[in-house]
């Protein structure tokens, strides 16, 4: 397993019984102030971080008489210390240069040990940081930053990394996780994740977490907030993912980056989940099925149901194919209606630009984002004449209770909230990935 260097940035960290799954300590030199008095008996290396002039030279003296393994002096040269105890390290805090930049700022650092951390924005600088990998000779420690950027310490030993950092409770550095995580890891971890943007409301870390752990598999699910998918599948490939689900903004755009897709995602047209089968992504959408085993669990009845889809995305296309695959008429509106138009006509539903009145209807179902934490809390289409006849099935899961769905419980409708959703197609997804069946309250527990 790669070494796992506990980095030390305050002094009460040292008492930390986390000390005990180190393989060597990184004395941040600039954070604690000065060298602390005692040390425990373990392999140690000090950084200098942004100290200047003699307080440098300072504590350079300081470092090796205490016997510090290496010195990280950064890019800098200080007078009267030799390469064969040094780490020379570049930081870059907002950008990743491509492959080719990262290994020109590699020949720049000399040292017994080079290192460089940049912080990662998108797949393509996740992609750069394992390109330059494989073209820089030598020792080094090479990471990415940032939320983005915390695969690239889990995986490591792809890397060919000497060690990588972790904390035992104050973090040093934006993506560092506990070396306690990363122990149990190891470098052989199943790493599972999700994109899309925004993430910030998911809850798909946290389900697929208490799964893992259910079952007994060692793994982590990350979360890829990105700008585009630009160079998505290299990224899965190189970095050994086992699989990603997809979510707004991402899920027909997701598909052209696919080996092949599997029939669920071939009939809706938009996928939510990417396996990563030997090498060869797989597109599936558990979307169908998530909306298919939240109304079965309602009572609502498919065959011959009159059904209203809101919306146009990749959402509406899996509820659309869900419902009509049971026999349900599906009628779809939607602001945009060129987008609603083509819905309509990829899956021989009908059409209506204004809906006045939802009598015709026992089955609303928002595919909309309104509602959601971040986006206009609104209901998704005028609700007055809801009533006890009707299901109303909302997608939105944060808040739970969204504007539409508390309207139409006030009216007396019957209600079926995201979360049941989100479980049924996580628990579809989770079963690809790993072949392992979770029961949905495994899931349901850590909702909060």
């Known amino acids: 397993m790669t070494r796992l260097c506990l980095s030390i940035g305050r002094k009460e960290d040292l008492g930390s019984p986390a000390i005990e799954s180190a393989d060597l300590l ?9 060298m602390p008095d005692s040390l425990p008996e373990i392999p140690f290396v000090v950084t200098l971080g942004d100290l200047k002039g003699e307080s440098r030279e300072s504590a350079v003296i ?72 494989h073209m820089i000779n030598g020792r080094r420690v090479l990471i990415g930053m940032g939320e983005l950027g915390a695969v690239t310490r889990i ?15 104050s973090a040093t550095a934006s993506g560092q996780l506990h070396i306690d995580d990363m122990r149990e890891l190891g470098d052989d971890a199943m790493i599972l994740g999700i994109t899309g943007r925004p993430l910030g409301h998911s809850l798909s870390p946290e389900l697929h977490r208490a799964a893992l752990k259910a079952v007994g ?3 982590k699910y990350l979360r ?12 899965i490939k190189s970095y050994d993912i086992r699989g990603l689900n997809v979510t707004i903004p991402y899920k027909v755009e997701a598909l052209a980056h696919m080996d092949s897709l599997d ?27 998530g909306v298919k085993e939240s109304l079965l669990q309602s009572g609502y009845v498919f065959e011959g149901g009159r059904a209203l889809v809101i919306g146009a995305g990749g959402a509406a296309m899996a509820c659309c194919q869900a419902l009509m695959s049971e026999g349900s008429h599906v009628t779809v509106t939607a602001r945009s209606e060129d987008k609603a138009k083509i819905l309509s006509n990829r899956f021989g539903t009908e059409f209506m630009k204004h809906v006045d009145d939802l009598q015709k209807f026992d089955l609303i179902v928002n595919c909309t984002p ?33 504007p539409f769905i ?25 079963r690809i990935w790993t072949g392992h069946e979770v029961e949905a309250d495994v899931m349901r527990e850590v909702i909060v």
């Open 217 to 219: 598999i060692k793994g």
């Open 62 to 133: 300081e470092a090796r008489q205490r016997g510090a393994l290496l010195i990280d002096i950064g890019e800098e040269h200080v007078p009267g210390i030799d390469t064969e105890h040094t780490i020379m390290s570049h930081h870059d805090w907002e950008f990743t240069p491509d492959g080719e930049g990262i290994c020109k700022i590699f020949a720049s650092l000399e040292g017994s040990m080079r290192k460089a951390a940049f912080m990662v924005n998108s797949f393509t600088d996740l992609v750069s940081i394992m390109d330059a990998s």
């Open 406 to 430: 508390a309207e139409a419980a006030s009216r007396g409708s019957l209600t079926i909230e995201g979360i049941e959703m989100l479980i049924h197609q996580a628990r579809a997804s989770f």
């Open 224 to 235: 890829f907030d990105v700008p585009r998918l630009d160079d998505l599948a290299p990224f």
């Open 155 to 169: 995986r490591s030993d792809l890397i060919a990394n000497e060690f990588t950092f972790a904390h035992g409770g």
């Open 263 to 289: 029939s669920s995602a071939s009939a809706v047209g938009a996928l939510n989940t990417i396996c990563n089968e030997g090498g060869r992504l797989v597109g599936y959408n558990t979307d169908v099925l």
């Open 26 to 34: 990184e004395i941040r030199y600039d954070l604690l102030g000065g």
């Open 370 to 402: 309104l509602g959601m934490e971040g986006f206009p809390a609104d209901s998704p289409i005028d609700t007055s004449t809801l009533n006890n006849t009707h299901t109303v099935f909302d997608m939105v899961y944060r808040p739970r209770e969204t």
